[in-house]
Each structure stands twice: as C-alpha cells, then as structure tokens.
C-alpha cells in the first residue's frame, strides 16, 4: 500500500548543530516529494522539493537528499536554530493527493 | 503575497449544529484542497478541486461533511449536523496545479463541538 513513514518521531538536536530527519516511503512509483515544517498553531509549511529525476537539491540551510533504490528521503537542516524547532512532515504527491508521514518533532536545545 | 486565508480560525460549537469553513486561496493557484489534522490520523485529505470543480472526495468521511468551490477564489466546508468526532484542526491548501507542485496551506481552522 501506498504510506510514508518517518524513521524518528523526536530527534533533539543542540543549537548550531546540524540537524538530518529520515523518511522512507514504500511507494516505487513516487515522483515527487516535499518536506514541510509545521508550528505550533499554524498549517504545514513548504521547506523544500524533490523530483524522481534528481538525487539532491539544496536551498537555504536545507538539503534534501533522494535515493530511489533504498526508497528514502532524508532532510539535513544545517546550523540548526531554536527557530527550527517544529514538527517535519515528508510527503510524497501522487495523483493530486499528497500523503503525509506522522512527522517528525524537532526540538533545538540552546 | 497574501497567503490561503482561512475564516473562522477558532470555533467552538454544540453539537447538531452546522458549521461551515471558509478558504481563499492564493490568487492564480486553481487547485484547493481540505485537510483534517488530529492527533489520532494525522493529515487527511477530505477533498480537492480542480478549476472550481470537485476532483476527489473519497476523504470526505460521511454525507455530514460538504464541500463547494463557487469561484476561483472561495470555498466553503460544511458540517451539517457536526458531532463531537469532528473536532480537529481543519486545513485548506492551493497550489498552481493538482500535480507535482507544493501545496500552500492556511494557518487552520480550530473545530471543538460539544
């Protein structure tokens, strides 16, 4: 069936650290990916994508790494900061629909 | 940019009574989806639209639950008559196209029925 799973529900990690949360999604057929961040009180945010046709991409202080063979996804947050305390949702979008993980929760130590 | 606007972001009602949630999308984005998020389930997708039309609702739990998109730039979500197990944070997200493109999400409306 089609699911994505996150290997660590909590990671903590101390300020200026880097930071890396583990998704594997058991879905072969999955194309497209993003990495969202979620506060407390507010919706799902868009950190970072991922096409099938890629193994890595990097934006600000992010990177997010693809290996299709082994079906996982991984998100490294460099530097880590307090602000960067949220839970991380890997996702993958099929058919319109996008299906979330339980999410990782990150929490920064100062 | 405005982002997706969702209206009320708090409600708290009795139960039997209906209730209905508002979303304005990102301007220029023609897909919208409704998402339920509890501890329990997670992030569930209740139903996507398509240009103002209904793509998928197979997420919509029962006939209580509708959902309409009467122009590009609103919809509603009802809940006619609501019950206890419908408290949950409900979510509503656009993106330019139903695929491979990020969905953009509202900051939520937070349901409690009594």
């Known amino acids: 069936g089609e699911s994505v799973g996150l290997h660590l529900p909590t990671l903590s990690v101390q300020e200026g650290d880097n930071s890396i949360i583990n998704c594997a999604y058991s879905?072969?057929?999955?194309?497209?990916f993003i990495w969202y961040k979620q506060e407390s009180g507010k919706g799902p945010q868009f950190i970072i994508d991922i096409r099938s046709n890629m193994d890595k991409r990097q934006g600000q202080r992010v990177t997010v790494l693809l290996n299709k063979t082994v079906k996982h996804l991984s998100l490294q947050i460099a530097a880590t900061q307090p602000g960067d305390s949220a839970v991380y949702f890997c996702?993958?979008?099929?058919?319109?629909?996008?299906?979330f993980g339980q999410g990782t929760e990150l929490s920064v130590k100062p | 940019d405005a982002g997706v606007i969702q209206s009320p972001r708090h409600e708290v009602t009795e139960m039997g009574q209906e209730v209905t949630l508002r979303c304005k999308p990102i301007?220029?984005?023609?897909?919208l989806f409704w998402y339920r998020q509890t501890m329990m389930r997670g992030l569930e997708l209740l139903i996507y639209f398509n240009n103002n039309v209904p793509i998928d609702d197979s997420g919509m739990p029962e006939d209580r639950f509708s959902a309409k998109m009467p122009n590009a730039s609103f919809s509603t979500l009802k809940i006619q008559p609501s019950e206890p197990r419908d408290s949950a944070v409900y979510f509503c997200?656009?993106?330019?196209?139903?695929?491979?493109?990020?969905?953009?999400f509202g900051d939520g409306t937070r349901l409690s029925i009594l």
């Open positions: 996702t993958y979008n099929q058919g319109g629909k996008l299906i």
């Open positions: 997200a656009s993106s330019v196209t139903a695929s491979n493109q990020p969905q953009h």
């Open positions: 879905n072969s057929a999955s194309d497209y």
């Open positions: 301007s220029g984005h023609n897909s």
